[in-house]
């Protein structure tokens, strides 16, 4: 939980120190890529940090990803312009994906089946605390100790953290096979060929226009990447991205409900703050308890879920979950206008209930039809695409918003510069439609996921039978099949 804290409160502690950072460094223009480019590492190390947990255990990667993320902060405490500080970002996110996948993993190999829910739900429960405290502490340090403190308060919470694990966690003796070669070219080439591709995405109409040279140089580019990809993990001994996790309906179908959960998420987490403020008139510290309501409700679904899937199964709770969450986003545009406060923290609070009862079902039931040679990777890849599917969330949703304000504004605008004063003519209800129209697409995405749940998962898990050898659990029962 320790070295979850240190990915977790990193991903939203910067936001509110900004205009600091800003003031000091410069680089105004280019300053959102103090998110994008952590964002990035993050997302196309994960698959490679999952496949290299399956080859040289969790231990060593945990290890080695953490030092990688606190080096990765000293580094941003000690930048002297924005370009080093974006640089240094990059190298925290290089850590951070470590961080992500391998926690994750860690949970499936040290609980049984019937105890992960508890754990995943208290590794929810340090996102949740993250989102809520790391906005607020973050702007407490740089007004007062000053900006370079967000960074360095790093170190001795990932001290601790690194102690514990160095100390504590001991991974349980396998039958030692030939050493596996690591597939550093498949790595390298998953590296760039997401990298191209997400820069395209998070740039593409931000700071070019899609149609423009860039835009497509850097598509042709990532597409003749892939192919490069797709290439050497066909000759790999070891591949990094293995064909099985494609090939496996369970898999392949978690992936794609796994991506279209990180789509929808950018509603709410992205908009809904601006509606809150710029709709409701609320101040910054009222609309985040409007989102971290969702925060609430999350965990404790996630840890009660258990007792859902145990009787009707991992798709179907999943399957209800997701149910829950397509009725509370089509709820969201008959929101009378401007309306109240409490209206939208209920749909939040609802929204992460049911997300509860649909995302950690669907993990936990990958993580149980895998032995542990296949854990890392496999828990690797729903990560992955969940990332995946936020970025593109935050560019599609981000296009759709500015076009609902452009056109009922008549001017170019989007929802950055209007936000910040709704009081002009026509600003507020531009506001609201847009964050409405936002609702539907992250509606049509939950549809997807259910859709997806009910045509391509199966309908019983194959769960595997046999625990894995873990220490203090060795009397454990047999796990369930579902």
């Not at 223009?29 to 490679?48: K, N, R």
């Not at 953490?66 to 990765?72: D, I, N, R, V």
């Not at 514990?164 to 070669?181: D, G, I, K, Q, Y």
């Not at 998070?202 to 226009?209: D, L, R, T």
Request: charged share 10%; net charge positive.
């Amino acid at each position: 939980m320790l070295s979850m804290a240190l990915a977790a409160l990193d991903s939203t502690i910067v936001s509110t120190a900004v205009p600091q950072i800003v003031g000091d460094l410069g680089g105004f223009t280019v300053f959102s890529w103090l998110f994008s480019g952590y964002l990035l590492a993050v997302t196309v190390t994960l698959p490679v940090y999952g496949k290299l947990s399956d080859t040289l255990g969790r231990k060593p990667v945990l290890i080695a990803g953490s030092a990688l993320f606190l080096l990765g902060s000293v580094l941003c405490a000690s930048a002297w312009d924005m370009g080093s500080l974006i640089a240094f970002r990059v190298v925290q996110g290089l850590g951070g994906g470590a961080i992500q996948g391998t926690v994750q993993t860690l949970a499936a190999d040290l609980y049984p089946l019937e105890e992960r829910p508890k754990i995943q739900a208290k590794l929810s429960t340090v996102w949740a605390t993250s989102s809520v405290l790391g906005p607020a502490l973050g702007g407490v340090l740089a007004s007062t100790a000053g900006w370079r403190w967000i960074f360095l308060i790093n170190v001795p919470i990932g001290a601790v953290a690194l102690f514990f694990v160095v100390r504590h966690l001991h991974e349980p003796r396998r039958e030692r096979r030939e050493r596996a070669s690591v597939d550093w070219a498949g790595a390298l080439a998953v590296f760039a060929a997401g990298g191209v591709l997400l820069t395209w995405l998070v740039q593409g109409g931000v700071a070019w226009a899609w149609g423009s040279a860039p835009s497509l140089g850097l598509l042709a580019a990532g597409l003749a990447l892939v192919g490069a990809v797709f290439l050497i993990e066909r000759r790999a001994a070891e591949p990094i991205l293995p064909g099985w996790v494609w090939r496996r309906r369970t898999i392949a179908a978690v992936n794609l409900a796994l991506g279209s959960l990180g789509l929808l998420m950018v509603a709410p987490t992205t908009f809904l703050p601006t509606y809150a403020q710029s709709v409701l008139g609320l101040s910054p510290v009222a609309a985040g308890f409007v989102l971290s309501v969702m925060t609430l409700s999350w965990p404790v679904s996630a840890a009660f879920s258990q007792h859902v899937y145990r009787r009707i199964g991992f798709r179907n709770t999943a399957a209800l979950g997701i149910t829950g969450a397509l009725a509370v986003l089509l709820a969201f545009p008959f929101l009378p206008y401007p309306g109240s406060a409490w209206q939208p923290a209920l749909l939040s609070l609802l929204l992460g209930a049911a997300l509860g009862l649909f995302q950690l079902p669907l993990i936990v039931g990958v993580q149980s039809t895998v032995d542990w040679s296949e854990r890392g990777t496999a828990t690797a890849s729903v990560l992955f695409y969940r990332q995946i599917g936020q970025t593109v969330g935050a560019a599609l949703f981000g296009a759709v918003a500015n076009g609902v304000i452009a056109g009922r504004l008549g001017a170019h605008a989007d929802l950055d510069s209007v936000a910040g004063d709704p009081r002009a003519p026509g600003v507020r209800p531009a506001i609201d439609a847009a964050v409405d129209a936002v609702y539907l697409g992250a509606a049509a995405a939950a549809a997807v996921a259910l859709l997806v749940l009910l045509t391509l998962a199966p309908r019983r898990f194959p769960v595997l039978d046999r625990p894995a050898p873990v220490p203090n659990h060795q009397n454990r029962t047999p796990e369930p099949t579902d």
